[in-house]
């Protein structure tokens, strides 16, 4: 049966798709007919990723401009196509009162959470979209609006996340040729059951990122 999203025989890179969010949305990808490429720093999580998809991987971290524009070769090269970006690698660290905070951790949990997903974007956009159109798909956070205790250093970043993801790639996506389009999107979920969520009281926990056979 054809998908339904039209994205058959399309290719898409996944940023933190080794488990949780990221996996769930690779595997929903793939079975929708994407072929799909995904990243994560463990190299053995990323294997069994790729593997779970039928697809690609690259081990790496999001904060190294080299593995991104790696990251866009390896699709380029192994699909031909880059038509999807969703960019979900995050950190929630340093975790704790800012008071504690260290500014160097700080400095790092922006550099993955504000700029890598710009860097993608940029890398993807000169090799593949500029000429051909795609789409991005930021995953943000609701936490922007209302940073809970512990995680003020995620949720003053992920205020910019959201701000820089969605205006690095809407208003900044012009000028495709007419016969393409390029545009993206941004969701941000609610309190997910994953490791990354794992520091979260489970009252607050909404639901769950479905990975696996019967999901
Ligand atoms: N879960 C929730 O309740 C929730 C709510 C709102 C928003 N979100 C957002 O959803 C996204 C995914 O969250 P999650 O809960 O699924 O997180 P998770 O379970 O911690 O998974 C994070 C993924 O990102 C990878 N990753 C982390 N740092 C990376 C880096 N520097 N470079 C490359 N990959 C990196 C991790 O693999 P490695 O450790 O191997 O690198 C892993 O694959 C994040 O953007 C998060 O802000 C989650």
Redesign the pocket.
Do not use: F, K, Q
């Given at each position: 049966m054809t998908s339904p999203y039209g994205i058959e025989g399309r290719a898409a890179i996944v940023?933190?798709?080794?488990?949780?969010?990221?996996?769930a949305v690779a595997e929903a990808l793939a079975a929708a007919g994407a072929r799909v490429c995904v990243?994560?720093?463990?190299p053995e999580?990323?294997g069994r990723a790729a593997e779970r998809v039928g697809g690609i991987g690259l081990a790496?971290?999001?904060?190294d401009p080299a593995h991104l524009r790696e990251l866009t070769e390896l699709a380029l090269r192994e699909f031909g196509r880059i038509d999807v970006v969703v960019n979900?690698?995050?950190?929630?660290q340093p975790y704790g009162p800012l008071m504690d905070a260290d500014p160097d951790r700080w400095r790092e949990a922006f550099t993955?959470?504000v700029e890598?997903p710009l860097r993608l974007v940029q890398c993807v956009w000169r090799g593949w979209t500029r000429e051909h159109g795609g789409a991005v798909v930021n995953?943000?956070?609701?936490?922007a609006g209302h940073v809970g205790p512990h995680v003020g250093a995620?949720g003053t970043g992920?205020t910019d996340s959201n701000r820089t993801r969605d205006t690095a790639s809407s208003t900044d996506f012009r000028s495709p040729p007419p016969s393409a389009s390029a545009h993206s999107t941004s969701t941000?979920?609610?309190?997910?059951?994953?490791?990354?969520?794992a520091y979260?009281p489970k009252t607050t926990?909404t639901g769950t990122?479905r990975t696996g056979p019967g999901k």
């Open positions: 940023t933190g798709a080794s488990r949780g969010i990221g996996l990243t994560a720093r463990d999580g990323v790496g971290s999001v904060a979900n690698a995050a950190t929630n993955v959470n890598a995953i943000c956070t609701e936490g995620y992920s941000s979920p609610r309190s997910i059951a994953t490791p990354g969520s979260l926990v990122a």
